[in-house]
């Protein structure tokens, strides 16, 4: 489709495209990467799913993750989706490449971009990473901190504990401000001056972050980069909507559809409703 505008008297054609974009993680974590989506680029439509009846993605091997990242990629894609991004750390780490190659549409992960603001962030040069299990034995951080800045030395920080007590019924306690407090301690010692989030949920208790490390750590988060290289990737293939309009939203979840909605407007900050469960293949049931 096209948009016709006139300027100076002149016809300018600009091709639209008003396929959605397709967003999936784990679980509801990736809703903070479409809350930032959803803010920068009001008038795109976007499909997000949630892989909750497999979750936590984190304790998982690659290989395994891999694999679910490629089959729910495949399904955003049937679903005609003109974009996908993996708003999920650990997804990103494991498989991003392997759908890039698979996939027919552009994809966008959300380490690249992290990565990226933290190697022009950081002033002494080293910088520290809190992420799951996985994403940190992946490596992927080091890689591509060092493909900007082979100097900048990174420290990572395995976070098992973050992500459940995130989810749980107190995510902004004592027990969680302790956790933090743990994982903090060996990136303070190091004396980094930036520190990449490096998981979707970890926006929802920045402020515990911030007051933790201090006003001079800088900070880098997943959704704000990542909803910047959407909107540049979008731009440069010429396949953004018409901006005048209000977007829309589809939530697909391979776990309970009511479970979702409820976790789900903690991280989104805005309301989740008309949940659709999908099966995917290799899916197992989410339990009881």
Do not use: W
């Not at 909750?52 to 395994?64: H, Q």
């Not at 690249?112 to 910088?127: F, G, I, M, S």
């Not at 490096?198 to 515990?208: A, D, K, L, Q």
């Amino acid at each position: 489709m096209c948009e016709r505008a006139v300027r100076g008297g002149a016809r300018i054609i600009r091709a639209m495209d008003g396929r959605p974009i397709g967003v999936f993680d784990s679980g509801v974590g990736g809703l903070t990467v479409l809350h930032e989506l959803l803010v920068t680029l009001p008038h795109e439509d976007a499909v997000y799913l949630g892989d909750n009846a497999r979750l936590p993605y984190g304790p998982r091997p690659l290989g395994e993750v891999r694999r679910f990242a490629l089959e729910v990629g495949r399904h955003l894609e049937a679903e005609g989706v003109k974009l996908v991004v993996v708003a999920c750390n650990t997804a990103t780490a494991a498989g991003l490449p392997d759908l890039q190659r698979a996939l027919g549409v552009p994809v966008v992960g959300v380490l690249h971009p992290e990565a990226h603001a933290a190697a022009l962030a950081t002033r002494n040069r080293r910088v520290g990473l809190l992420a799951t299990e996985a994403t940190v034995a992946s490596r992927r951080y080091e890689e591509l901190v060092h493909a900007h800045d082979a100097g900048v030395q990174v420290v990572a920080v395995p976070c098992p504990r973050l992500v459940p007590l995130i989810e749980g019924p107190d995510p902004f306690g004592e027990e969680t401000t302790q956790a933090v407090r743990e994982v903090a301690s060996p990136l303070k010692d190091a004396g980094v001056d930036t520190v990449i989030l490096g998981c979707t949920h970890y926006p929802i208790i920045r402020p515990i972050f911030q007051r933790v490390f201090g006003r001079a750590v800088t900070l880098v988060f997943s959704a704000d980069e990542t909803a910047r290289e959407v909107s540049e990737t979008l731009a440069r293939k010429r396949i953004e909507n018409v901006e005048d309009r209000e977007g829309r939203v589809r939530f697909l979840t391979t776990g309970e559809p009511t479970d979702f909605a409820e976790m789900g407007k903690r991280f989104l900050q805005l309301p989740v409703r008309d949940v659709e469960r999908v099966t995917l293949a290799g899916a197992a049931p989410q339990a009881a």
